[in-house]
């Protein structure tokens, strides 16, 4: 019994011996260290654009792919008035991104998205003025077009490419749609991020 407890106090002072140790030479707080190194912590907009476009356009193929051309293919509907109490559809691709860019809207600080086109079905999404010229340039490079606007802040436009068979068949077949001759790999239009100046 006496071993045990002489075995107990040579490891109870070793601990404590080991704790002080570690207490006094522990490294800085992670709030001062984070303050210090703030700088190499930051990242350009840019970073964030790229980030957030490819998000957005996996998920818009799964959704597009996955849901709506499976979904097709079982019977079921996707609408422009899914919302409407007597219609029994889900959202096209295209809205389903405008309720995602109402989400991120509405959250702080707020990341804006527009999908646009030079050949839209909806004559709300018809790209004008700055937008019209920048989409010209992504539509021939097919690479994204970057800029700031003092109002709006800084604002990257991506190509928004036919990645997916549903998305030429739709809009193809779309009585409104001013262009019918859509297929895979065409630049259908583009979204278009925004991020505050402050």
């Not at 079921?76 to 295209?94: C, I, M, N, S, Y």
């Not at 190509?159 to 997916?164: G, K, Q, R």
């Amino acid at each position: 019994m006496i071993p045990l407890t002489s075995f107990r106090i040579a490891l109870i002072g070793g601990l404590s011996c080991l704790g002080v140790y570690l207490f006094v030479t522990a490294p800085p707080p992670l709030a001062e260290a984070a303050v210090q190194n703030k700088a190499q912590c930051e990242r350009p907009v840019q970073v964030l654009f790229d980030s957030a476009n490819a998000i957005n356009q996996a998920a818009r193929n799964v959704y597009t792919r996955e849901i709506v051309g499976a979904g097709l293919k079982a019977g079921l509907k996707f609408d422009e008035d899914w919302q409407e109490p007597d219609v029994e559809a889900g959202p096209l691709p295209a809205l389903f991104l405008r309720l995602m860019a109402e989400k991120l809207e509405a959250m702080p600080p707020q990341l804006g998205l527009y999908l646009g086109s030079d050949a839209p079905i909806n004559a709300s999404n018809l790209f004008s003025g700055a937008q019209a010229t920048q989409f010209a340039e992504v539509k021939t490079t097919r690479a994204p077009v970057f800029s700031s606007n003092a109002g709006i802040g800084r604002i990257a436009m991506y190509p928004d490419i036919a990645a997916v068979a549903p998305c030429v068949t739709c809009h193809n077949e779309q009585p409104d749609s001013p262009k019918v001759d859509w297929q895979l790999g065409d630049v259908m239009g583009a979204t278009t991020w925004t991020w505050p100046a402050a």
